[in-house]
T-cell receptor, first 116, second 112 residues
Framework: EAGVVQSPRYKIIEKKQPVAFWCNPISGHNTLYWYLQNLGQGPELLIRYENEEAVDDSQLPKDRFSAERLKGVDSTLKIQPAELGDSAVYLC??????????????FGPGTRLLVL | QKEVEQDPGPLSVPEGAIVSLNCTYSNSAFQYFMWYRQYSRKGPELLMYTYSSGNKEDGRFTAQVDKSSKYISLFIRDSQPSDSATYLCATEGNTGGFKTIFGAGTRLFVKA
């Protein structure tokens, strides 16, 4: 079974440019998460989807970040415009979304973003 | 104060040593406790999952939770070079919806 797929794996952009990350979760997983991981830190939740509905986006900086999961399958996270402080690893994870409570999250390899 | 505190290390041990990794947490509403392992340039993968206080063993790994002191531990017996990774503790509870809170991770190096 294929795991969580993310692309691109690496991205280098100049500040003020837009950037987008794509995630394809494990087939059949209803819940999708986007996390931000800074160097030497643990992942921090940006947004969580249950199917196509964003059920927790309280930590998403909405002035520059946006996300969508239009058909409840794959998802895109966008930053516009990017700032130097956005340099980090952006992780996508998915879980079955059936338990109504905590579930094992399966992480993708992440997209490593460098803003110059 | 962070909700989950974890010593970032690095921790370097010889092969075969017993490794002890620890975290503390602040919110007594947390009920679920996890340990993730993250290899360099990879995403975290779930290693152990426990609910409430007590011990859970899986092969060379033992997870321990003490809710009275809000202390989480992971023990690795007979450590191997392949165990070299960052170990992230995490907690979760129904604090207005289930949300996983991760520690900063401890970098472990096991020397052959």
């Amino acid at each position: 079974e294929a795991g969580v797929v993310q692309s691109p794996r690496y991205k280098i952009i100049e500040k003020k440019q837009p950037v987008a990350f794509w995630c394809n979760p494990i087939s059949g997983h209803n819940t999708l998460y986007w996390y931000l991981q800074n160097l030497g830190q643990g992942p921090e939740l940006l947004i969580r989807y249950e199917n196509e509905e964003a059920v927790d986006d309280s930590q998403l900086p909405k002035d520059r970040f946006s996300a969508e999961r239009l058909k409840g399958v794959d998802s895109t996270l966008k930053i516009q415009p990017a700032e130097l402080g956005d340099s980090a690893v952006y992780l996508c994870a998915s879980s079955p979304g059936l338990a109504g409570g905590p579930e094992t999250q399966y992480f993708g390899p992440g997209t490593r973003l460098l803003v110059l | 104060q962070k909700e989950v505190e974890q010593d970032p290390g690095p921790l370097s041990v010889p092969e075969g040593a017993i490794v002890s990794l620890n975290c503390t947490y602040s919110n007594s509403a947390f009920q679920y406790f996890m340990w993730y392992r993250q290899y360099s340039r990879k995403g975290p993968e779930l290693l152990m999952y426990t609910y409430s206080s007590g011990n859970k063993e899986d092969g060379r790994f033992t997870a321990q939770v003490d809710k009275s002191s809000k202390y989480i531990s992971l023990f690795i017996r007979d450590s191997q070079p392949s165990d070299s990774a960052t170990y992230l503790c995490a907690t979760e509870g129904n604090t207005g919806g289930f949300k996983t809170i991760f520690g900063a991770g401890t970098r472990l190096f096991v020397k052959a």
